[in-house]
T-cell receptor, first 114, second 118 residues
Framework: AQTVTQSQPEMSVQEAETVTLSCTYDTSENNYYLFWYKQPPSRQMILVIRQEAYKQQNATENRFSVNFQKAAKSFSLKISDSQLGDTAMYFCAFMTTGGFKTIFGAGTRLFVKA | ETGVTQTPRHLVMGMTNKKSLKCEQHLGHNAMYWYKQSAKKPLELMFVYNFKEQTENNSVPSRFSPECPNSSHLFLHLHTLQPEDSALYLC?????????????????FGSGTRLTVV
């Protein structure tokens, strides 16, 4: 069975600084997808970034980038130039190409301070 | 407008009531999902519909009954719920490239229904 672990329940960062959220996962699959979702206080879960396991190049979306280490089963999210609007719960998620089920981590609550 | 609309936004119901949650997506996606989000717990997958067919029922109690009349609409019918069923219920949709493929670009979520069972 696949599992996703986010070891940081809460983090805080000063506005304009950089923060990294950790995520590890466990699977015996070779092909899969990894995601980071953001859930602000408005409750709307938003897809932040997506990574295909067969791609060695780390995904990047504007200020958001990932460090994907397939052998270590690690998938961290780096937020550069943090903004107040980045305050939210961040969920790491895993999905195999052999099923529809997406497994979510427990989440990391990020506070961006002015 | 996110493309996935859930109604109602809030719902308070007694344990003997029957109610329904509605989800509607206008993205042309062909897979829809119900998730339960409880405090301090990871999101729990409840049901998956792919091309209107239920492909997964994640050991959900029968007091939750899903319905997917077409690829744009998804319902969750509730009856004789328990207080521990109080949670945020999230609907999501995704585009699956091929019927038997699991290619997906990720989920688009609705804003959820905050359910309180009293």
């Amino acid at each position: 069975a696949q599992t996703v672990t986010q070891s940081q329940p809460e983090m805080s960062v000063q506005e304009a600084e950089t923060v990294t959220l950790s995520c590890t996962y466990d699977t015996s699959e070779n092909n899969y997808y990894l995601f980071w979702y953001k859930q602000p206080p408005s409750r709307q879960m938003i897809l932040v970034i997506r990574q295909e396991a067969y791609k060695q190049q780390n995904a990047t979306e504007n200020r958001f980038s990932v460090n994907f280490q397939k052998a270590a089963k690690s998938f961290s999210l780096k937020i550069s130039d943090s903004q107040l609007g980045d305050t939210a719960m961040y969920f790491c998620a895993f999905m195999t190409t052999g099923g529809f089920k997406t497994i979510f981590g427990a989440g990391t609550r990020l506070f961006v301070k002015a | 407008e996110t493309g996935v609309t859930q109604t109602p936004r809030h719902l308070v119901m007694g344990m003997t009531n029957k109610k329904s949650l509605k989800c509607e997506q206008h993205l042309g996606h062909n897979a829809m999902y119900w998730y339960k989000q409880s405090a301090k717990k990871p999101l729990e997958l409840m049901f998956v519909y792919n091309f209107k067919e239920q492909t997964e029922n994640n050991s959900v109690p029968s007091r939750f009954s899903p319905e997917c009349p077409n690829s744009s609409h998804l319902f969750l019918h509730l009856h004789t719920l328990q207080p521990e069923d109080s949670a945020l219920y999230l609907c999501a949709s995704s585009q699956v490239v091929y019927r038997d493929s699991r290619e997906s670009s990720g989920y688009t979520f609705g804003s959820g229904t905050r359910l309180t069972v009293v």
